[in-house]
């Protein structure tokens, strides 16, 4: 298959949908219900299409009845079917297999499809109809342990007002095996004034930052809200785009919820009532569910919501623990930002995955054959200093730098001849690469692993000089670039994890070329 091949044809059908109505599957005929004739013209599929939680037999097929997106939706109220095909081949003559998914407004429309009986480490294509509307085509592919090679995505960070999504475009056209995004698929705050502005950063320097577009409304809190947020972000075609082309892995960091919450604990307290955040929080898990090609909704028990979000995906020599650091974390420490540590968070009770998470993880690690180990995660493992030895040091404290307790804990499972492990991981704004030490700090114990982190999407990153000019003090970082946006291609062999670090040129540009920064190879540092 041509790596451009699914792109086109998504893009094509992204710009006119074809009114052909398929009515015979393998030689049967299928009723197809009209429902709605695309409803006074409009188009019903305009978020696209999208696949995830891959498994070598299964997985999951989204779409969302969206004819007017940023306005909940625009359908009527009541059931609608959409008809769903996979096939085996892109130009979806040869069907594997299809039906009939039923959805409501409570579910905002959206569509998920648990797709089984596949054979592992294949593609396959998807379409879905409603009425005579297609939607566009869409490409997925299995899991397999048994894949020589994996081709890894990773993505984070992708502020809607910050900067357009080039990263996408060219991330489609390098078509991944799977897209692992750990966190901030939409930004919860509201509107910024368009245009660019000089922003002091430090140092008697200041720096170029810019509003490209803008957000729908003013700071989200309800569920109405979160839809058409989402919706916002999902109306980029570029993003549509990287969703069709491959199975997405997914998981929450913070600004899909609130700034810097933690647990049950939002960013601003004095703000917000105990009662007030956990409605918030299950109003944001639940818009997230429906935009998402995840397997369970969230739930609500005693009014505490809850989405499974930590889960473990094998490709090939990679086998890929997805952590959830946000809902079972003790809160920040010592007033959370950027500052010494105090005693509150030395404490060993503090805990960044919550016991049984934190369980499961060990669990995992230490049972898993796989050449390489990786810990896909919202904040950085690696620690990163802000002042000079050999004053103690000043780090951020919504990374695992303010859980100390809990990143030894792992560090110790990780030193314990657990294969290759690697960290992908996203949050704060800047590309990195490092070599990870037992002791944070202390290159002479043993070194447990990597972590590798992609530039953002499109998020901006204001405190990158304070990094820069505290690159010498962190020389167990290899790579630091926080001046550009862009993702990481991550390719596993059975002795190897390559990183190629691509960057956006001009991320105020959605045609801007993207070009690779540099490559680094685990075996090499």
Request: hydrophobic share 35%; with cysteine.
């Amino acid at each position: 298959m041509s790596a451009a091949t699914p792109l086109r044809v998504w893009m094509e059908g992204l710009s006119m949908f074809s009114r052909r109505l398929f009515l015979a599957s393998s030689g049967a005929a299928l009723w197809v219900p009209k429902l709605a004739n695309a409803q006074n013209g409009k188009q019903h599929f305009t978020l696209g299409v999208a696949s995830g939680s891959p498994r070598p037999s299964s997985v999951i097929l989204w779409t969302r009845l969206a004819p007017n997106p940023l306005q909940g939706g625009g359908m009527p109220s009541g059931v609608a079917q959409v008809r769903y095909r996979v096939c085996t081949d892109e130009e979806m003559r040869k069907t594997l297999m299809d039906g009939i998914a039923t959805t409501a407004e409570d579910k905002a429309h959206s569509v998920h499809v648990r797709i089984e009986g596949l054979r592992p480490g294949r593609e396959y294509f998807y379409q879905f109809y409603y009425g005579d509307e297609e939607s566009p085509v869409g490409r997925t592919r299995t899991s397999s342990p048994d894949d020589d090679s994996a081709k890894i995505a990773l993505a984070y960070c992708q502020h809607y007002e910050s900067g357009h999504y080039a990263a996408y475009r060219d991330l489609a056209e390098w078509v991944p095996d799977c897209v692992v995004h750990i966190g901030d698929y939409i930004y919860e705050g509201g509107i910024s004034p368009l245009g660019a502005r000089m922003r002091d950063v430090g140092g008697g320097e200041r720096r170029l930052f810019e509003t490209v577009r803008q957000h729908n409304s003013d700071e989200i809190t309800t569920l109405w809200d979160y839809r058409n947020r989402y919706a916002l972000y999902r109306s980029d075609p570029h993003l549509q785009a990287a969703h069709a082309i491959a199975p997405w892995i997914v998981a929450m960091d913070d600004h899909e919820v609130d700034n810097n919450w933690a647990s049950n604990t939002p960013q601003d307290p004095e703000k917000q009532t105990q009662l007030e955040f956990q409605v918030r929080k299950y109003a944001a898990f639940k818009a997230y569910y429906e935009h998402m090609p995840i397997e369970e909704p969230p739930t609500l028990r005693d009014m505490r919501p809850a989405l499974k979000v930590y889960n473990k995906y094998v490709f090939g020599p990679a086998q890929i623990h997805l952590l959830d650091t946000r809902q079972f974390r003790s809160d920040q420490p010592c007033g959370d930002g950027r500052k010494p540590l105090c005693s509150d968070a030395t404490d060993p009770a503090r805990t960044m995955l919550g016991a049984e998470q934190e369980a499961w993880l060990s669990r995992e690690l230490k049972q898993s054959s796989s050449a390489f180990n990786v810990i896909a995660t919202q904040t950085w493992f690696t620690p990163y200093r802000y002042n000079a030895p050999p004053d103690g040091p000043v780090t951020n404290l919504d990374s695992w730098d303010g859980y100390p307790a809990a990143r030894n804990r792992l560090s110790s499972v990780l030193a314990n001849d657990v294969s290759n492990p690697v960290f992908l991981t996203g949050d704060w704004h800047t590309a990195m690469a490092s070599t990870l030490y037992e002791k944070p700090f202390d290159p002479t114990s043993k070194r447990i692993g990597h972590e590798l982190v992609g530039g953002p999407i499109s998020s901006g990153c204001p405190w990158a000089r304070d990094m820069e000019v505290m690159r010498s003090a962190n020389p167990h970082v290899s790579h630091l670039n926080g001046q550009q946006r862009g993702y990481l291609r991550a390719t596993f062999t059975s002795d190897n994890c390559h990183g190629e670090f691509r960057v956006v040129e001009d991320a105020g540009r959605a045609n801007s070329p993207v070009f690779t920064d540099t490559e680094i190879r685990t075996k090499d540092i």
